[in-house]
């Protein structure tokens, strides 16, 4: 037979799940939604990473940078998160990134997206340069979190430099 039964749980969400019972458990004091929000993080880091199918050490010390700021996670916290990222980013990678995305329009006020954009965006600058695939995942994730065009071409704006579309011209 040609069409088999899916699998029950498909990589990505395995991966998804192990991150968020590691933010669950070296985050024990916060509320729902604060655990939420850093499993919305962690998820898009992930993407916008592995956007390029590349995930450097310069990229991995930004998710880390990334996570070290977010409030009441420690550094064993961060060592783990970033050790799951590192091990498994491709499958984390394809994640629903909309799920994230909604999450943080939901339970974020304006400033924190634009921050994590922010984030997101130096994150993907961090090897050099911002691919054409870079790019446009970033402005498609900015307008999912419910920011607008000028926000994401102020995150951009300094790493213009390193846009491969301008310099290829």
Known sequence: MIFRK?????????????????????????????????????????????????????????????????????????????????????????????????QLRELSELELRREVLDVLVDLAAADGELSLVETDLLRRTASAMGLTQDDYLLAQARHRERLSVLRSS
């Open 6 to 102: 899916r699998a029950p749980n498909p990589p990505a969400v395995q991966g998804q799940d192990r991150l968020d019972r590691l933010i669950r458990a070296h985050l024990p004091e916060a509320d729902e939604d604060t655990l939420r929000l850093a499993g919305a993080l962690t998820g898009l880091l992930a993407c916008v990473a592995y956007a390029d199918r590349k995930y450097d050490v310069t990229e991995q010390a930004h998710a880390r940078d990334a996570l070290q700021r977010v409030h009441g996670l420690g550094a064993a916290g961060v060592d783990a998160i970033c050790d799951t990222l590192r091990l498994h980013i491709a499958e984390l990678a394809t994640t629903n990134m909309q799920v994230h995305t909604r």
